[in-house]
């Protein structure tokens, strides 16, 4: 159960970064835009990296 927990939490993480991004895209804000879109590449990988090694 805490993984499939885990999982959905950061699937959320991302799903939230990147609608965030797509706001401040629309409202033109580039350096917010890059930083949701930094954010939600980086919390990729890392729940990658991790269900890789088997932690979640």
């Known amino acids: 159960m805490p993984d499939a927990f885990s999982r959905v939490i950061a ?16 409202q033109g804000h580039i350096i917010a835009t890059l930083y949701f879109m930094t954010g939600a590449i980086l919390v990729t990988a890392v729940t990658r990296m991790t269900v890789r090694k088997g932690l979640i």
């Open 11 to 26: 699937f959320l993480a991302v799903v939230t970064a990147l609608l965030f991004a797509g706001l401040h895209f629309h």
